[in-house]
């Protein structure tokens, strides 16, 4: 999001605010939310997959809304019918703006009856699964199953590169030039943990009634599009469903969170960004001193982005009066590695937590394995795990391991110092025990900032003496 | 009063005082003298203190990979210089560099430059005194900008101040082609008062900006530029890097058009106003008592197709030989230090353009000067 698109979206929101009201607030956050995916979705080289990446997560949203939902829904079928027109109309009107001088999409849309198609295909096939695959088990982990597989293609290199080239070869584009970073699709990772959550919930049989413009808004609501957080379809929907109130303290607070977030984003995370730890200064950084300077200042710059982002998500969000959920709670400061993870990146790792370690460690502890076993398997893969949503590399794996067994260890010697080691002075416990932690995320970093292992091993030998 | 309507009024509150907090301090921003501006921001920079100095002005076209950008303020890009941080010392003889992009060494490490190849002779002069190269060299070719530069660096007490140049940066349509020029009006209004130069002090080459210009806001872009340079001396101080180089570059042009017009002048036809020539008298006289040595620089002689025409991709051959000859007379009647090193450098040590040198061609220059310049050293009255 750029500072212009953020200032658009905060003026819409408080223009709009005093003209909502519980009925028409539902649509306008779905038709603005539609609106703001393609407007914030960057160009990509193969032609008009900028258009094509935004109307495929809207794709994704209608099917596995079909598999999802319940056949019989409080209002009928006839609000989801008008939710799915309005969506076939809006994505239409971005498409007819082809005839426009100006597009919200960053390149000319495609031709209209191309849209049309894809767009009656897709429709079809939704109304196929709602009637004859919705709630059906085996479905839903088909469902499951194929969400992963997107993400997996899209965040392996090899695979993302082939298939930009199959993509490349439809559209009649040269194949040799395919490239990884070719399908830059913005905001699916986040869309992808929204849908798991709704289909294992519809699994486990907890996902509550969700009518299409609700669930639909729920997926791509557009503040938490691009960099989450990650909220919980029920507790969105009841916000939705409350009526809507902005007032002057709820503006304030909106207000208040925006202005923190631009600051932390675009004024300090933008700032340091000038002399973080990259793969272009690894190796043209021979001191080191320096290069923990270069380190010290990467960490602390994606704190301040990932963490102005949400603010400014929350900012808008409390706008429109949504409260998503917390992400950050000074992580740095943190005394423990498990604290930090409990206020780092919150709603991903309670994410993990509740659809991957908690079922794990349950299945283990049914199996008969000993405790310290299962904290290390259970940590070691959902770090593993975390590490590779951000892509399937090497070091994205050791980043992730390298944590998983940071937070074994913790485990381990925390429950050893309980009965054994008695803390006389705890401010000072708690000062050393951030610095340590602290440390370790920062060179924990060094796998994460740098995509080779041979820099980030490189850049290790500098930290630790090998510089001049 | 209930919590609605107090948080209402607070709201109102905030939004009226930070408006009058905004529109007050881009007003006092706007209407500061502009002297205040440069003594702040000549005392207050990270290089020289925080991170060593940087051995040329900041100038980069590729800021992500270069560490380095191009900006307008003199203030700024002289602070950041090492010559800014450099206290003189009584067993130094400071010589300082100016002109083009072929003294401020593009496509060339900072340890091959110019007047890194001459720091590296470790010239010394008959009083004892040791040689000190600075470069103060800036890419765009205009006299105008010299003389700015030139103008400045007095501040920095040079003993011999070295002015390479090359034709192109004669013709009046280039004097205030660059931005640093165009962007500096204060600065060169001085210049263009007075009548050496004969430049109309009123072109609309040079930037005059309004009210809201000169406000926070409409100042914003230069705001932000000086506070990058000072992130990017971080950046400098860990990598030694001030320039993208890339592996590969397209070579200076062979192959050249037959054409053998130069800036509308066709043969035979040179008249000596067409030329700032006042601009390197402007120069003499600003450096006052300091000798200037003006150096004709070196530059790349096509053997390739029409090179009977033109030397290369700047100069027909015509106007390049008329222009020497006009030099060594303008010299003489002016009693400048002049020398022509226009064939100083072996053809082969031309890089992308026909005055970039390679690291070897640099070298060549240096050691061609090194005797110019310790006579001046030896004789500076």
């Known amino acids: 999001m750029t500072l212009n698109q953020l200032l658009v979206f905060t003026t819409l929101a408080l223009i709009a605010a005093p003209f909502f009201n519980s009925r028409w607030r539902g649509w306008t956050l779905m038709i603005g939310s539609v609106a703001a995916i393609y407007w914030l979705q960057p160009s990509t080289p193969i032609r008009n997959l900028d258009f094509w ?123 040799d030039l395919a490239n990884a970073f070719d399908i830059r699709w913005l905001g699916f990772s986040y869309v992808a943990f929204r849908l798991l959550h709704t289909l294992r919930d519809r699994l486990s049989g907890r996902l509550p009634n969700v009518s299409l413009r609700d669930f639909t808004t729920y997926v791509i609501f557009f503040p938490a599009f691009t960099a989450g957080p990650i909220d919980r379809v029920e507790r969105f929907i009841g916000d939705l469903e409350n009526d809507f109130r902005l007032d002057a303290s709820q503006t304030i607070l909106g207000l208040k969170r925006i202005a923190i977030g631009v600051l932390m984003k675009f004024v300090v995370a933008d700032s340091l960004a000038l002399f973080a730890l990259d793969p272009n200064n690894v190796f043209q950084t021979e001191s080191t001193t320096w290069m923990w300077v270069l380190l010290y200042s990467y960490s602390l710059r994606i704190f301040f982005d990932f963490a102005g982002y949400t603010h400014i998500a929350i900012g808008i969000a409390n706008l429109l009066s949504i409260q998503l959920p917390e992400n950050f709670d000074r992580p740095y400061l943190k005394a423990n590695l498990t604290a930090f993870w409990n206020s780092w990146h919150m709603t991903l790792a309670q994410w993990f937590r509740a659809y991957y ?55 381990r010697w925390a429950d050893f110092a309980k009965s054994r080691i008695t803390i006389s002075n705890q401010a000072i416990a708690n000062i050393g025990g951030a610095l340590l932690t602290f440390h370790f995320v920062v060179l924990g970093w060094l796998w994460f900032a740098l995509p080779e292992l041979e820099q980030s091993l490189y850049a290790l030998g500098i930290l630790f003496g090998g510089g001049v | 009063m209930n919590s609605t309507k107090q948080d209402r009024s607070f709201l109102f509150q905030v939004v009226l005082r930070a408006t009058f907090l905004f529109i007050a301090l881009n007003a006092i921003f706007a209407v500061t003298p502009h002297e205040l501006g440069s003594l702040f921001l000549r005392n207050v920079s990270i290089y020289n203190t925080l991170v060593p100095g940087r051995e040329r002005l900041p100038f980069g076209e590729n800021p992500a990979e270069a560490y380095n950008l191009s900006l307008n303020n003199l203030d700024a890009m002289f602070a950041s210089h090492v010559i800014a941080g450099t206290p003189k010392v009584d067993d130094e003889f400071r010589v300082v560099l100016i002109g083009d992009s072929s003294v401020w060494g593009f496509l060339l490490e900072n340890e091959d430059t110019l007047s890194a190849q001459l720091n590296k002779q470790g010239l010394v002069n008959d009083a004892g005194q040791q040689l000190r190269f600075y470069n103060l060299g800036y890419p765009t070719i205009s006299l105008t900008k010299d003389v700015l530069l030139l103008k400045r660096a007095r501040h920095y007490q040079p003993d011999l101040v070295v002015w390479l140049t090359t034709l192109e940066a004669f013709p009046y349509e280039k004097q205030l082609f660059t931005p640093l020029v165009q962007n500096n009006l204060d600065k060169v209004l001085q210049l263009l008062r007075s009548d050496t130069l004969k430049i109309d002090p009123n072109d609309p080459a040079i930037i005059q900006p309004s009210f809201l210009e000169r406000t926070i806001v409409g100042q914003r872009r230069p705001l932000a530029d000086v506070v990058r340079l000072q992130l990017y001396g971080f950046m400098w101080a860990a990598t030694g890097v001030d320039q993208y180089i890339p592996d590969s570059y397209t070579p200076r042009a062979e192959y050249l058009e037959a054409d053998e017009s130069y800036y509308g002048l066709l043969p035979g036809d ?100 090194a005797e110019h310049i310790l006579d001046i050293a030896n004789n500076p009255d």
């Open chain 1, 53 to 175: 990446l935004p109307t495929a997560t809207l794709g994704l949203t209608v099917l596995v809304w079909s598999l999802t939902r319940e056949k019989e829904q409080e209002n009928g079928p006839r609000a989801d019918l008008i939710a799915g027109i309005v969506l076939l109309v809006t994505v239409l009107a971005i498409a007819a703006m082809r005839f426009l001088p100006f597009q919200i999409t960053p390149s000319r849309p495609p031709q209209l009856y191309q849209v049309l198609i894809a767009l009656v295909v897709l429709a079809a096939i939704g109304l196929i699964l709602w009637r004859t695959a919705s709630g059906k088990a085996l479905s839903l982990n088909i469902g499951v199953a194929s969400i992963l597989l997107l993400f997996i293609v899209l965040k392996s290199h090899p695979l993302a590169e082939n298939a930009s080239a199959a993509i490349r070869g439809l559209t009649g584009q040269s194949t």
């Open chain 1, 357 to 411: 370690f908690n079922p794990l460690t349950r299945w283990l502890r049914g199996r008969g394995w000993s405790i310290t076993a299962i904290i290390l398997i259970g940590q070691l893969t959902t770090m593993a795990l975390i590490g590779l949503w951000h892509g399937v590399t090497w070091n994205f794996l050791i980043w992730g391991l390298w944590h998983g067994l940071g937070l074994f260890l913790h485990n």
């Open chain 2, 270 to 369: 040179l008249p000596e106003e067409t030329f700032a020539f006042g601009a390197l008298e402007l120069g003499n006289g600003y450096a006052g008592e300091v000798p200037v040595l003006v150096v004709n620089e070196p530059m790349f002689i096509s053997q390739g197709e029409n090179s009977d025409i033109r030397y290369n991709f700047f100069y027909p051959r015509w106007v390049y030989d008329a222009y020497r000859q006009l030099m060594a007379e303008i010299s003489a009647t002016n009693q400048w230090n002049y020398v022509d090193a226009w064939q100083a450098v072996d053809n082969t040590e031309y890089t992308n353009s026909a005055i970039h040198l390679t690291p070897r061609g640099s070298q060549q220059l240096a050691s061609f000067l």
